[in-house]
């Protein structure tokens, strides 16, 4: 196991425009989490899942953005109708639930997207 | 709504020194506060954590120290060298229910100079 993939690393894109980011997480992991991040602060959380089911949204996640993860594995993260403001560092993180713990984060190398 | 402070925002330090990062919490259920190192380009990579029931962890150069009471905990790295240049980010995991959310502080960059 390689750790947790995010694809692409980058991306740019117009205004407007939808875009969509994978992220395949550590394999015994059932967790996983979207976080955003700006230059010069620290990640912001976005959504998590346990397995397939999203458990928690953030207010920041706004109607525009939708995460998925079909059958636990790999989970998406789709921006409609992008906005300058949704340019960040979009991370994901993978970590695995024992006895109701959860454990530490592994965080993928994130997605850069640029919205001009 | 919850929130982590961190302290200094940058730090420089020659070679050889100790470096001291700070960060406060606010939910006092909190029980788990994990260190992250971002260097340029890369995602944030776990350094050292420690849950609520410990007051201190060491491993190597890195040590974290936990007071629940101030609700503060402090990233100690000694014998500084140049690869620990980076960002330093701390991080509390809210206690209710069993939430894997973390809120991460604002980063520390740490310059170590040779």
């Known amino acids: 196991d390689t750790g947790v993939s995010q694809n692409p690393r980058h991306k740019i894109t117009k205004r407007g425009q939808n875009v969509t980011f994978r992220c395949d997480p550590i394999?015994?992991?059932?967790?996983l989490y979207w976080y955003r991040q700006t230059l010069g602060q620290g990640p912001e959380f976005l959504t998590y899942f346990q397995n397939e089911a999203q458990l928690e949204k953030s207010r920041l996640l706004s109607d525009r953005f939708s995460a998925e993860r079909p059958k636990g594995s790999f989970s998406t993260l789709e921006i409609q109708r992008t906005e300058q403001g949704d340019s960040a560092m979009y991370l994901c993180?993978?970590?695995?639930?024992?006895?109701?713990?959860?454990?530490?984060?592994?965080f993928g190398s994130g997605t850069r997207l640029t919205v001009v | 709504g919850e929130n982590v402070e961190q302290h200094p925002s940058t730090l420089s330090v020659q070679e050889g020194d100790s470096a001291v990062i700070k960060c406060t919490y606010s939910?006092?259920?909190?029980?788990?506060f994990p260190w992250y190192k971002q260097e340029l380009g890369k995602g944030p990579q776990l350094i050292i954590d420690?849950?609520?029931?410990?007051g201190e962890k060491k491993d190597q150069r890195i040590a974290v120290t936990l007071n629940k009471t101030a609700k503060h905990f402090s990233l100690h790295i000694t014998e500084t060298q140049p690869e620990d240049s980076a960002v330093y980010f701390c991080?509390?995991?809210?206690?209710?229910?069993?939430?894997?959310?973390?809120?991460f502080g604002q980063g520390t960059t740490l310059q170590v100079k040779p």
């Open positions: 939910d006092s259920a909190s029980n788990y």
């Open positions: 420690i849950r609520s029931n410990v």
């Open positions: 993180a993978s970590s695995l639930v024992e006895a109701g713990i959860p454990g530490g984060y592994t």
């Open positions: 394999s015994e992991h059932n967790r």
């Open positions: 991080a509390a995991r809210g206690g209710s229910s069993n939430t894997g959310k973390l809120i």
